[in-house]
């Protein structure tokens, strides 16, 4: 079956921007090379992505005259980017935003940040660069996350938080300064885990342990205990106490 593509006359579609299938774009987009978009996604009016990152001691290359550079954006099918968002390329790895997310008005999301599958991120989120946003996270409206902060998979984080520090898969955070205030029932209910996986790993949290030891055999759990160890946090969240 032929791609169905609604491109508004007003996008600019640069050179090395690639298409695997359907695709709405919006107008006066910009979508800039190198980058590749999934199938089935929904791009805004005035959506900007594939600038190049904001780093100062980089050349900042002007795509949209066929002059590519950079380390390039992949966007994952059914991903939906409202209007006014901005995804910037990679400087060293590829920027990605993972299948079936959502990125809400004016969301930034910054040079070499690694967004998961099924994340929800609100109007006005920022992602810095180099930020890792674990699968089925949700941000909050107007949360900003500092660079190189990994928030892990499930997590929910409050609107208006700056996340300092990393937040632990299925954590529950918010406040200024952040702090981790439980674990995200919801979203362990919804993928699975069982009664007793919930229970351990809303103790091990209460106690200061976030290695997600002894919950590799729960498969709603072990996959993410398995990439949350794997991203090395270096910075963990400190505990508070529910209001």
């Known amino acids: 079956m032929t791609p169905s593509r609604r491109i508004h006359p007003s996008a600019v579609i640069g050179e090395g921007v690639q298409f695997d299938g359907d695709a709405t774009v919006g107008p006066g987009a910009v979508l800039l090379g190198p980058l590749r978009v999934g199938n089935r996604v929904w791009i805004g009016p005035n959506a900007v992505i ?5 780093i100062a001691s980089l050349r900042q290359n002007v795509a949209w005259d066929s002059d590519l550079d950079h380390h390039g954006v992949v966007i994952g ?12 390329q990679g400087s060293h790895r590829t920027t990605t935003i993972g299948d079936g997310t959502w990125l809400l008005n004016s969301v930034y999301v910054a040079h070499d940040s690694l967004v998961g599958r099924n994340v929800t991120l609100s109007a006005g989120v920022r992602l810095g660069g180099h930020s890792v946003v674990g699968e089925h996270a949700n941000l909050g409206m107007n949360a900003s996350v500092h660079q190189g902060r990994i928030v892990g998979a499930g997590a929910m984080i409050g609107m208006g938080t700056p996340v300092t520090r990393d937040v632990p898969p299925f954590g529950k955070a918010y406040g200024a300064p952040i702090r981790l205030r439980g674990v995200n029932h919801h979203v362990l209910r919804h993928l699975g885990a069982s009664p007793e996986s919930l229970e351990r790993l809303s103790a091990a949290y209460s106690a200061g342990d976030f290695t997600m030891t002894g919950l590799d055999g729960d498969p709603a759990l ?3 205990a ?10 963990p969240i400190r505990i508070g106490a529910e209001p």
């Open 222 to 224: 072990a996959e993410s």
């Open 50 to 54: 594939g600038t190049p990152p904001e």
């Open 77 to 88: 099918d059914d991903v939906v980017i409202r209007e006014l968002s901005t995804v910037h």
């Open 226 to 235: 398995e990439w949350w160890r794997a991203q090395s946090p270096s910075r």
